[in-house]
Structure formats: structure tokens, C-alpha cells
């Protein structure tokens, strides 16, 4: 039973990527619907058995290791396993009306984004090193093709600099797993990190796969890339991007970190990821601020927000591991609904330009009014998810008495409250003559549906904490005693 | 059936304007009357909500409402004696508000958006108000200000929009330093719940800096909102919102809730024998006396009627805090009682003000010359006003002062009298040339900009200020009754200082 899940997880979406391309025109519709909606559904049993038994593993296709490929679920995969199923829920709401399947954009869009999905549930199953290069070469590419379904040339520009970056951060990843197995013969994760004693190679290695895999996460100052790919990006794709693609990049540094490398004496280094996130947040943040257009707005600011899944590597305890994990979550539900609610803008006013944007309270209330709730998660008010994940931060730094990285929080809390309020009183502004445009087209009300949803699920979060952060607490490798 | 609605009243008291919000926004622009029947209906339902609550309060129940957070961390919403009295005055004084407001913004624009954050922020101030811990509080103070924050710049101007920067300015970098002092405390202490008498007390005198630097944070974070100088600088610019905005803002929730938060960090979670102990009372009093005269003497200063009593508000919320920070009975009393006063009476003066612009256009102080003899019923309610701002007996300002000064008296603190007799002495300055004016000066042959105004909205304005007005007499002539609040808050006192 779990074992057919998980494999439904990865083969249903794959095979309804290549059945798209092969069906009638009329039966695409139900085809995606068919793929989409039972992936939740096939998380069920798993989430069961992760619950009861903290992971679960399995052998593909009953071959073992050392040949074999193995899959391994805990608690901390099947976390992003939810998120990402979720999105694929919602997100794929608004990418209906965008892209409908029966449309020749359609058939380009959806065997991607099916791509995507299959690419990310095979990595986030994933549980060798070399496996997570080919899954995460999958995710990227068909990440940067999505980017691309948009013909307008600057996105395909930023596609064209996010594949080139892409390839290298590649090789660098694919260096170091080269490097490990010539040393100790294994890739697999775990076994990995109990043959792997520190030292100058195996650190070497450990440097270049990090390094690679910072660029694809785009951590400040490696994110030249995201801005652009993910600003001109269509709304949907800007969705996924943001919320779910560079996370996968981090939680491979944190699974190589944190149980490869586990127990290795390396607090430079810790310190120097973790500044790396403080220059993530204070430098996306300054961008964000100045910045013209919406959807470029929204895109800084997932620069600035990744930045705090580098704090775990400082502060290292259950606290922080806690907060990092629950942040990822808060920000991929609210990042989702901005990208989402701004796609709608963008769509019904034909420009993001934030000047454009004045009075749209009373033209699209709905819209605004995601944007509101998603903002107010994402400079970490109450009652939301944000708050809870900025709580927890706090707390973990207190106990370290760690009064810089306090202080680091709260500023950041206080500069994306900046850049997004910003935005919402340019929409509450009512200039005296009004230079209306009269081309508004209303974004279909399931467009805007799915971005309340994705936003109420992120204030939601605030609520729903206990189950998660006791999952998070199953998946703690506990480098450092709680 | 008791514990149920023990368990339940609480967050249903809380919820129900937040419903009410969400159907107004809901309904959209155009459903007027059903708008109006959705505020009114919530603000009476409200009222007989908290009617029940007290009465179950004085049958010594206690109504609370818990959920857990985190781990160890738990939103509480409880009613005891003193989140009876912020509610009771908040929601009595919504009421009134939310006719006046209908009223007002009878031909505004954008009115859905409008009613559907007021009733959203007072849902949190009744958060604010049951709050059973300093996390809860913090919560829906945070949501004060987010629901706030879309009625400030309710016009859309480039001075509401403006003016609304400065408020979040303020209200966020405060929140931001709250909320370190927050979990600062939390790690020290744990999630307590307030208790009368202080939840950390034992903690002790071995973290003595530790719990005053806490003391200082929390202080900020409160002394935003509470307009304590020199965190003051957003309340008068906050002006330019409309008149019920300025109500909501200066007396029913915005200031209050800053300055109840202080007295429940002093009461409830320090505890007036600890705050004594590390020495934090007499600094926060001096604070407070400073920002009293402070206000006052700017007040002087200033020409446009609303910024005058925005002045006004600043110096006198800091009252409230001076008679906490003094400590003892008596002076706590007089702290109390004011968070209620001033309510009343400054709510009559922004509703006088209100109609002054709105029927006649008159907002500056040299427009109203003879404005008595043109509107005379709002003239006398702005007159009650006024002089019980001054503190001329009966009216309520009175009862506070007396006490006020009788307390710090009692606790060895004679200079506060000269504080007091020095904001007295400048009240009066920036008032009584109002009163004359209104009363003594000849009207003007012509308005600045008079409208006509139908029947029902003149009554619905002038009745809301006669209302306040009568209630700022009656708490004052009647002080001796046993519903009064006075006596109310004679009873929480006593909790305080057994």
C-alpha cells in the first residue's frame, strides 16, 4: 500500500506528462485533473505510516543497495510532500484559466508543470546522492522550461541566464558526489555520512555540492538569477518557483549538512552560512523596496525570506530546526498566494507596474485582499504562520543568547512589512483625477479562489502548528542536544 | 451547559464583530441597509454578550477560552474585573461610534471596506481587552494595528496615505521591540497567565536587569500606541482620517489598548510589589508627567480644532499611566478610572469636532467664533467636554484628578500635584478660548462651507454626542453608585493591594 503510493507519487504524474502529448484535445482537461487530484490522496498512507514509524523505505522496483535505487521517507520529506501537493492543488487552480489544457499553450504548459511535480516528489524520495543530481537536474530543467511557456523575450532571457547558472552549479554538485564516491564507494546519504570522516577531501566535496546547490536556491549573493526567472515568469509557474523549486535546493544542503556531515567540527562555516542568510535578508529586502514592478517585488522578496532557512545552520538546535521547517512551509502557502493574486493583476491589467496599481481596492477587492492576508504571514504578524515561524526563531536564538541574530529577525520582520505595505497602500491610493484605464478584464473568480485559499491556509498555519512541529521534532537528526 | 458557555462566551464575544466584518465585506459597497443592520445588530449583540459575561463574572464564575499555540504556549481569552471594564467601555462606546459613523459617511465612498475593518478592529480590541496572557495580548494588539491601519488612510489622499506610513512607522518598530522583550520574558518565565499581584514575582531579584530591561521593552512596544512621549509623534498626525477614525483611535481602542497593556504588564505580570522593588515605577511616572505637560503646552500651539485635542489625548492617556506607574491604591484608582473618563469625554469632543467640519466646515479654532448660537446642542456637549477635560467637577475628568493627586500623596510622591496643578492650569489655556469663542463671540456672516444635512443623520450625530456627553456627567455625578466605574474600579484595586 505505501509502496504503490510512493510510487504513484512519482510514475502518475510522469506518465501523465507523456499521455497529454498523446490524447485527444478535449480529454486534456480531465487527464490533469486525473494526475492532480489524487496526490493528495496517495500522501494519506504514507503520512500514517511516517507518523507511526518516523520514515519509511523502500527499494525500487525490489532491487537494494548497492545497485539498487532506495527511497526513504521522514518526516521532513513528507513535510514538503504536503506543501508541494498542496500547490499543485491551488496553484494549478489558477493555471487552468491560464493555460487550459485543450489549448495549444496548454499542451505546451502542463506536461511540464507535470514534469516538475513528478521531479520533485522523486527527490524529495530520494536518498542517495546521485539521485538527488538527477532529480533535481529534472526539477530544474523543467523549471526553466515553464519559465519559458511565456514568450515574452525578457522572460526567456531569464530562462536562457537561469539554465547557463544552472549548469554550472550543477558540474559543481556533481563534482563533489564524484569526489565522495571515489572516496568511500556509497552514495547513499546515511551510509555516506557514517563512512565519511572529516577531512580535507571529503570537506572539499562538502563545499563544492553546497556551493552548486546555493546557486539553485538562490542564497544571496548566488540569487542573481532568481529575480529576473521568477519576475517574468507566468503567475502560476512564479508560484511554484518561489514556493516549493528552490526549497528542494536547500533541503538537500540541510540533509547533507545535517546527516551526511553530522557531528563534523565546522562552526566557520556555520557561522558563515548563517551570515549568508543575514545578507540574504537585509540585502533582498533593500531590493524589494525599490523596486517598480509587482511581481519583482514579490520575487526580491523570496530572496530576502530563503535567507532565514540559513539561520538553522548558526543557531543548529530542535528550536531552530523547528523554526526553519515550519518557515519553509509558511513562506511557500504565502509566497504561493502573492504570485498567485499578482498573476491576476498582472492578468487583468495587462502591467504589474506598482504606479498602476492605485485604487485597485475597489477594482479587485479579491485579489487585494490576498495579497493583504499573505503579506501580513510574510512579515510574520499574528495571527499567521509567519508568526509562529518568527517565534520560534527568536526563541531558538534567545536559548543561545544569540542577541545579533534577535535582533537580525526583527529587522527583517520590520523591512518586508516595509516592501509590502508599500504595495498595499499604493492600492488604497485614490489620486483626485482619476486616470482609470478602462481595459480591466476580471480575473476568473477561480483564479482569485485559489489565492485566498493559498493565503487563508498561510494565516491557517498559525493554528495548525502542533502536528507539524512535532513531525519536524521526529525528523530532527539532533546534531546538538535539544 | 455552564462550562460550556464559560468556555465558549469569550471568543464568541470576540468573534462576533469579526463575523460582522467579514459579512460586511461580504455584502459588498452597494447593500447599505443591510450594512447597517449587520453594525448595528453585532454592536447590541455585543453589548448583551458582555452584559451575560458580567453577570457571570460577579457570580464568580470566570468565563476563559484556551487553545494551545506551541507547546506550552496557550491563547487565552478570560474575562476577570478588569477586562470587564475595557470591554464594557470599548463596545458601549462602538455602539454609539458605529451610529455616529453611519451618519457621517452617509455620501462617503468605500464604505463596505470602512465598516468592515471598524467592526474587525474592534473584535481585537475585545481580544485585547479578554486577553488571559501577555502572547494573546500581543496577538490582537498586532491586529489592532493591521485593522487599523486601512481606516487611517481611508480617503486615499496623499496625506492619509502619508499619515498612515507614520502610523505603521511607529506601531511596528514598537511591535518589533515588544516582541523581543516578549520572548525575552517568555524564556525566562514561560507563557503565564496574568495573574493579580504578578505571574513572575518569584523570579526574584537575581535577573533584577534582566526583567527591567524586559520592562523597558515592553514599555516601548506599549508606549507607541499609548502616545507616551517621544513615541507620540503618529497620533496627531493620524488626524486627518475622518471623525469616527479619530473616536476609534482616541477612545475606544488604539491609545487605550496601549495604555490598559501597560497596566497589565504592571499589575498582572510584574506585579506593583516587584516594579517598586527594581525601581521602574518612578522613572515610567516621570516619563508619564513629562509627556502630561508635554502635550498640554504642544496643545497650546496648535490652530486646527482636531490636532488641538489630538494634543490633548497625548497628555491625557499619559494620566492613566502616571497613576499606575505612582503605585498604591489610590493612585492605581485614580489610573483606572481615567482609562474610562477619558474615553468618554474625548470621544464627545472628536463627535463634536466631527459635526463642526461635517455641517459647517469649520475645523479650524478661528472658525468658531458664535458656532453656540448655530449649533447649540453640540456647542454644550463640546462645553461638558471640555471643562471635564480640565477636571471642573462633576464632570468625570474631576474624579480622576482628585484621586490621582490624593494617591500620589499617599505614596510619598507630592511633586505629581505640581505636575497635575501645571496640566490643569494648561488645559484650561487651550480650552477655555475654545468655549469663549463658541459661546461669547459673534457668528460669522457666512460658513466656510455648510451643507445641508438630512434630519435623521443631524440626530444621529447630535444624539451620539449628547450620549458621551450625559455619560461624562454621569459617571462623574453618580460616582457613588455601585455600577458606577469608580466603584468598579475601586473593587479591582482592592485585588491589587489586598
New interface residues.
Partial sequence: MTEAALAGLVFLPLLGACLLLLVPRQWRTALVLLVVVPLPVLLLPITAVVWQQQAVQMAVAGHALPLGIVWRVDALSLLLLWLNAFLLVFVGLQALTRFPPATPAGLRFWPLWLLLAAGIHALLLSADLFNLYVTLELVTLAGIGLIATSNRPAALQAAMRYLLLALMASLLYLLGVGLIYAEIGTLDLYEAGNLLEPGLLPATAMVLMITGLLVKAAIFPLHAWLPAAHGNAPGPVSALLSAIVVKVSIYIVWRLWFWTAEGWPMPALELFLGLLGAGAILYGSALALVQKRLKMVIAYSTVAQLGYLMLIFPLASLLAWQAAGFHLVSHGLAKAALFVAAGNILASLGTDRLRRLA?L??RL?LDV?TLALAS?SLMG???SGG??G???F??AA??QGAWGW??LI??G??LA?AYL?RIL?LT?????SHGHSSRLREPPSRASLAGLLLALAAIGL??A??PI?TMLASAWPGVIAP | MIPLLLFWLPLVTVLVSAVAGLAIFVAGERRQRLRTWLNLAAAVLKLMLIALIGLLVMAGHTPEFRISLLPELDLVLRADALSMLFATLSALLWLVTTIYAIAYLEHAPNRARFFGFFSLCVASTMGIAMAGNLVTFFIFYELLTLTTWPLVVHTGTAAAIASGRTYLRYTLTGSAVFLIGLVWLYGLAGGQDFIAGGTISELGLDQDWSLRIIFLLLVIGMGVKAALFPLHAWLPKAMVAPAPVSALLHAVAVVKAGAFGLVRVIEDVYGPALVSELGLGLPLAIAAAFTIIYGSALALFQTDIKKRLAFSTVSQVSYIILGVAIGGPVATIGGLVHLVHQGLMKITLFFCAGIFANFLGVKKISQLDGIGRRLPWTSACFTIGALGMIGLPPVAGFISKWYLGAGAVAAGQPWVIIVLVTSTLLNAAYFLPLLKRIWLHDPPRQWPAEVQVSRLETAAMVGSSITTALFSLAVGLLAGFPLSPLNWVTGIVTEYFP
Fill in positions: 485604487g481596492d475597489q477587492p485582499f501580513v504578524l499574528p495571527p508568526f509562529i518568527k517565534w520560534l527568536l526563541q534567545w536559548e534577535m535582533a526583527a529587522l520582520g520590520l512589512a505595505f497602500a488604497c491610493f485614490h489620486p483626485r498559525g493554528f502548528s502542533a512541529l
